[in-house]
């Protein structure tokens, strides 16, 4: 049966989760990649915080595409979440509850999410026009210099996504693999 959650995702309902669930999401979601990952990291081993509220929040592996007039983003699919890999860990034992992406993740990142209580969502990668059209609102709140790798405000509405790895280390990809 598919679920609706909404933001920011709690920890009982992110435990609640079971990998292979189909979910949709709505509510406001960060957007950040390699380049952002790494910026965040190194400040947070300076002492600094991070660009947003990391708990309880869900980050969106993903570089939009530059948006045409009318609309709110360009082409937004997820990217490979195993180049994020090194700095999640720190994210999640700060209280991250969500990632959406594409593709495995590492033992470690698996072993912070089932200590943590957090989940790993996939997003049907090649289909980034149709996920733009969940996403509502959107403005860079951090590294604009990084363009499209800038981190993004999203408010997306009924975000179309699969639980690939549940809070208890059940992985979608170790299933069907």
Do not use: W
């Not at 009982?12 to 910026?39: C, F, M, P």
């Not at 360009?74 to 992406?101: C, H």
């Amino acid at each position: 049966m598919d679920k609706v959650i909404t933001t920011p995702l709690v920890k009982e309902i992110a435990e609640k989760l079971t990998a292979g669930e189909q979910v949709y999401i709505t509510g406001t979601i960060y957007s950040a990649r390699d380049a952002a990952h790494k910026r965040m990291y190194e400040a947070i081993a300076r002492g600094e915080d991070p660009p947003f509220p990391i708990k309880n929040s869900i980050i969106y592996y993903m570089g939009p595409s530059p948006a045409r007039p009318e609309q709110v983003i360009g082409s937004a699919g997820p990217t490979t979440a195993g180049r994020m890999d090194k700095y999640t860990p720190v994210l999640l034992d700060m209280g991250l509850m969500g990632m959406i992406g594409k593709g495995t993740r590492s033992i470690e990142v698996i072993e912070a999410m089932k200590r943590n209580g957090a989940v790993y969502f996939a997003a049907p990668p090649g289909a980034g026009a149709l996920l733009s059209k969940c996403i509502k609102k959107a403005r860079v709140i951090a590294y604009d210099d990084l363009g499209t790798e800038a981190v993004h405000e999203l408010y997306v509405e009924g975000f179309p996504a699969v639980v690939a790895i549940d809070a208890k280390g059940n992985n979608l990809y170790a299933q069907i693999g």
